[in-house]
């Protein structure tokens, strides 16, 4: 694609990888058929190919107004266009650059500033969501079927945390939102590889990846969170005390492994995000590096006759962001789980971080998309990989929708416990 940047963009260090992902860009067409707003609205504006050039427009210094905005405003990031894309456009690196140039140009409604800078405040402190989340709950029994849907469920109470006693040791992301609504995916992560004679240790100070604040264009709020993790992170590393940053939300997964490139200019920062990148794994990438042991553990006898039918989400933060496929679904299965066909499993579920709640139309098209999709081989449980995935899709289905990491838990509790006696 031939560009022509405009002055006050082309000199910066952004303006530069701008230019180098548009003209990567040679307008295939292959990501229309895995946008899914392009699926849901047929306006070539509201794909991939057409929010490319929408970009390439303002960062040329052509007049944008809101219209650009809503455009970039309606893109999920969800990165399934980066999984087909046969030039390997880095587009979800490009939308966060436009992203944060559009908010400076265009001004928001009184109301959705107001409402982004809520969400930034409210769903990176833990304290202050815990407590809304309970007076939501108290009340939701008094509300509508439609208000109802939209706060969680008590969740199910954290079990117990193993005491550290291992050689090996991991660190845990806590994250910003899953602690209140469900306690037990990290405890069940820290059961299961307690296991595997590998201790889950917290580190503390630790909070909130960035990434609500960062896809919300508040990208130096984001960045500075990401600084904070990585002091409190650091000492352990440097000190060889842990073997990886293990993290049970795909969508905060994506962020970390993404540090050392968000950080790459800052001076003190740089080389020391690049190393916490390199740390970060997804739990499933660790479970699958010990998947000799799951299939040592369960007596193959027992499992065929001890066997649940699941289906299985596979968020696009780990699918897409990360590239991580098949390979919580070969555990599960290792471990009894029949999982079922999902069609078009590569399409988002529409949770996509505060997308739900910024595009609420969009999103429950997406998620009833989503839902009949997961519910067409009568599966008895619905698991996933990412704690915003997980609460979207409880709204949306009667099924059970649980971490699939809780169900492998439960899953050799049960085994366990047929043995002893």
């Excluded at 990031?77 to 992203?99: K, Q």
């Excluded at 007596?299 to 897409?320: E, G």
């Excluded at 919580?328 to 290792?334: C, N, P, V, W, Y």
Aim: charged share 25%; with cysteine.
């Amino acid at each position: 694609m031939q560009t022509n940047l405009a002055d006050f963009i082309k000199n910066s260090s952004e303006g530069k990888e701008a230019d180098a992902i548009l003209r990567s860009c040679v307008h295939c067409g292959f990501c229309l058929a895995t946008c899914p707003t392009y699926q849901l609205l047929g306006d070539e504006l509201d794909s991939p190919r057409g929010r490319i050039y929408l970009m390439k427009q303002m960062l040329e210094g052509q007049p944008v107004t809101q219209k650009t905005q809503s455009h970039l405003d309606r893109c999920l990031t969800c990165r399934a266009c980066e999984t087909v894309c046969p030039s390997g456009v880095r587009y979800g690196e490009l939308i966060d650059i436009s992203r944060g140039i559009i908010e400076k140009q265009v001004k928001r409604s009184a109301g959705s500033d107001v409402l982004r800078y809520t969400l930034r405040k409210v769903l990176t402190n833990d304290p202050i969501f815990t407590s809304l989340l309970k007076l939501g709950q108290m009340v939701r029994p008094l509300l509508p079927d439609s208000l109802k849907k939209t706060i969680p469920a008590k969740a199910q109470p954290a079990k117990i945390w193993p005491v550290a006693r291992h050689k090996r040791k991991m660190l845990i992301l806590d994250g910003c939102v899953q602690p209140a609504l469900a306690p037990n995916i990290n405890a069940a992560c820290a059961r299961v590889l307690d296991r595997m004679d590998i201790s889950l240790l917290k580190a503390e100070k630790v909070g909130c990846c960035g990434a609500i604040s960062y896809h919300l264009n508040a990208q130096q709020e984001g960045l500075d969170y990401m600084r904070r993790n990585i002091d409190a992170w650091w000492p352990l590393i440097e000190r060889e005390e842990i073997e990886a940053i293990v993290i049970t939300a795909s969508g905060c997964g994506v962020t970390i492994k993404e540090y050392g490139h968000l950080l790459r200019h800052d001076v003190v920062y740089a080389e020391k995000a690049a190393q916490i990148s390199t740390f970060a794994k997804d739990i499933s990438e660790i479970l699958y590096a010990e998947l000799e042991y799951i299939e040592r553990l369960f007596d193959k006898q027992w499992l065929s006759k001890n066997k649940s039918k699941l289906s299985f989400h596979s968020p696009c933060t780990l699918q897409h962001g990360q590239q991580v496929r098949d390979v919580a679904e070969k555990i599960l299965m290792t471990a009894g789980f029949e999982l079922t066909f999902v069609q078009n499993a590569h399409l988002c579920c529409g949770s996509a971080g505060t997308y739900s709640i910024l595009q609420p139309e969009l999103s429950q098209q997406l998620l009833k998309n989503k839902v009949t999709a997961l519910e067409s081989g009568n599966p008895e449980r619905i698991a996933t990989a990412n704690i915003g995935c997980l609460i979207h899709l409880q709204g949306g289905t009667s099924l059970s929708v649980r971490h699939w990491v809780e169900l492998l838990d439960e899953k050799i509790s049960d085994y366990s416990e047929i043995t002893i006696l």
